[in-house]
């Protein structure tokens, strides 16, 4: 099972820090990666995590945010700053073996299991 947290309301140019937390598995098998949708958007991926700590970030991302993992934690952070009002939207972890690569995990949504998801909203 995977439970997000860390979602909210803030103002532009704050920051976030999202969590992703496995329940019943350990976080050291797997992959994690992190995607969100817009209303009337489709899903993307936002950053992608292996178990080697490879790391992708979306093109729109421009370095305002950085993925971490702590597996002694069971967790995966999504650390957001700078955040832009595009920036809103329903904000989902997954998790898969990642045996693809990061890459094609984030851009295709190659994923095996999805959170429910944890909502963000940038707005003044």
């Known amino acids: 099972q995977l439970v997000e947290s860390g979602g909210g309301l803030v103002q532009p140019g704050q920051s976030l820090r999202l969590s992703c937390e496995i329940s019943?598995?350990?976080?050291?098998?797997?992959?994690i990666g992190w995607f969100r949708q817009a209303p009337g958007k489709e899903r993307e991926g936002v950053s992608c995590?292996?178990?080697?700590?490879?790391?992708y970030y979306g093109d729109f991302v421009e370095d305002r945010f950085s993925i971490e993992r702590d597996n002694a934690k069971n967790t995966v952070y999504l650390q957001m700053n700078g955040l832009k009002p595009e920036d809103t939207g329903e904000y989902f972890c997954?998790?898969?073996?990642?045996?693809?690569?990061?890459?094609?995990?984030?851009?295709?949504?190659?994923?095996?299991?999805w959170g429910q998801g944890t909502q963000v909203a940038v707005s003044s």
């Open positions: 997954a998790a898969d073996r990642g045996l693809r690569g990061v890459a094609i995990m984030c851009r295709q949504k190659s994923v095996t299991y």
């Open positions: 019943g598995d350990t976080l050291d098998r797997y992959a």
């Open positions: 995590i292996s178990v080697g700590n490879n790391r």
